[in-house]
C-alpha cells in the first residue's frame, strides 16, 4: 500500500519567495516547520492508501483527465493562518478565485467518486501551505507579519501539469515522490 495524493505543483516565484524567508526570519525563534520551496503543491485530491492495482487504475484515467486541458494561470494572493490566530496551525499563501483551479478539481473528485475512492467534503480552499506550527511563544511577530502581507498580490504562475505522488512519512518531514506526471496538452 502507498500513501498516494494528487496535487498541482508550483514553483515559487522571486516575490514569493521574498516574503517566505521573511517569515522564515521573522519567526525563527518559533516551533514552525517550514515546508521545503521544492515541496510547494496545490493538494487537489488526499487518497491515503492505495494498492498497485488501484494506483494503476486511477493513473489511466487521470491520464485521460490531463489530456483535455491546456495550460492555465493561478494568482497567488495574501498569507493568513488555519484554525484562528489565536491557535494557528498552518501557514499558506492564499490564490485568487480560478474557475479553471475549480473545474479540475471538481473533475479529480468526480473520477475518485466513480472509483470509489474518498472524496474531502470539506470546501476546496487552494492555498500554498509554507510552515506548520508546533508551538508558539510570542504571537505577536506573527500578527506583524500576517498584517504586512495579508493583501500583497503575487506573480501569476502558469499551470500546465498535475501530479500524482506518493507521500512517505519520515521524522524529518514527508517525502513527496512522484509516481506519475500528468501535462497538459500545449496551450
Not at 101 to 119: A, C, I, R
Amino acid at each position: 500500500m502507498k500513501r498516494v495524493f494528487i496535487a498541482i505543483d508550483v514553483e515559487l516565484s522571486p516575490d514569493i519567495s521574498r516574503v517566505y524567508e521573511e517569515f522564515r526570519s521573522g519567526l525563527n525563534n518559533e516551533q514552525i516547520k517550514w515546508v521545503k520551496p521544492d515541496n510547494f503543491h496545490i493538494t487537489l485530491a488526499f487518497i491515503g492508501d492505495l494498492n498497485d492495482t488501484q494506483i494503476a487504475s486511477l493513473s489511466d484515467k487521470l491520464r485521460k483527465v490531463a489530456a483535455l486541458w491546456k495550460p492555465f494561470v493561478i494568482e497567488p494572493k495574501g498569507v493568513g493562518v488555519f484554525k484562528s490566530i489565536e491557535n494557528p496551525r498552518v501557514l499558506w499563501f492564499g490564490l485568487k478565485e480560478s474557475t479553471p483551479l475549480s473545474n479540475l478539481k471538481y473533475q479529480v473528485d468526480s473520477l475518485l467518486m466513480e472509483e470509489k475512492l474518498p472524496v474531502d467534503s470539506k470546501e476546496f480552499r487552494p492555498h500554498l501551505t509554507f510552515g506548520r506550527i508546533k508551538g508558539k511563544k510570542c504571537i505577536s511577530g506573527l500578527e506583524e507579519l500576517l498584517d504586512k502581507f495579508e493583501s500583497i498580490e503575487f506573480t501569476p504562475v502558469e499551470i500546465n501539469k498535475f501530479v500524482f505522488y506518493q507521500s512517505i512519512l519520515r521524522p524529518s518531514g514527508p517525502v513527496y515522490k512522484p509516481l506519475e506526471i500528468f501535462a497538459f496538452k500545449p496551450g
